[in-house]
């Protein structure tokens, strides 16, 4: 499996941005996807995460209620879709890929394919 991230960029507080993770070599229609972001000096956070099926769809409580995780499995590509952006949410953002088969996980660890990752920066 490999995964493209895409999307980031420079935003203003308040502002929203889309990340898309485009996969190729196999269909994700059976793996769960996590999108996980870390800011300089930091370790590599979670985010949220979503089922094969996208029934469960777990959040970081940081990003509870601004982001929405959504997947297109005819397209392939799951995406993050982030609004009231603000400056402690910059960072590299990453998706994952966990499976086929897996329960869905917060884990990095548990997560067996990675994108190469997406700068966002919120700043005025």
């Known amino acids: 499996v490999q995964l493209q991230a895409s999307g980031g960029g420079l935003v203003q507080p308040g502002g929203s941005l889309r990340l898309s993770c485009a996969a190729s070599?196999?269909?994700?229609?059976?793996?769960?996807v996590g999108w996980f972001r870390q800011a300089p000096g930091k370790e590599r956070d979670f985010v949220a995460a979503?089922?094969?099926?996208?029934?469960?769809?777990p959040y970081a409580n940081s990003v509870k209620g601004r982001f929405t995780i959504s997947r297109d499995n005819g397209k392939n590509t799951v995406y993050l879709q982030m609004n009231s952006l603000k400056p402690e949410d910059t960072a590299v953002y990453y998706c994952?890929?966990?499976?086929?088969?897996?329960?869905?996980?917060?884990?990095?660890?548990?997560?067996?394919?990675w994108g190469q990752g997406t700068l966002v920066t919120v700043s005025s």
């Open positions: 979503i089922s094969p099926s996208a029934v469960i769809t």
């Open positions: 070599g196999v269909g994700l229609d059976y793996y769960a």
């Open positions: 994952a890929a966990d499976g086929p088969y897996s329960l869905i996980t917060q884990a990095p660890a548990d997560y067996d394919y």
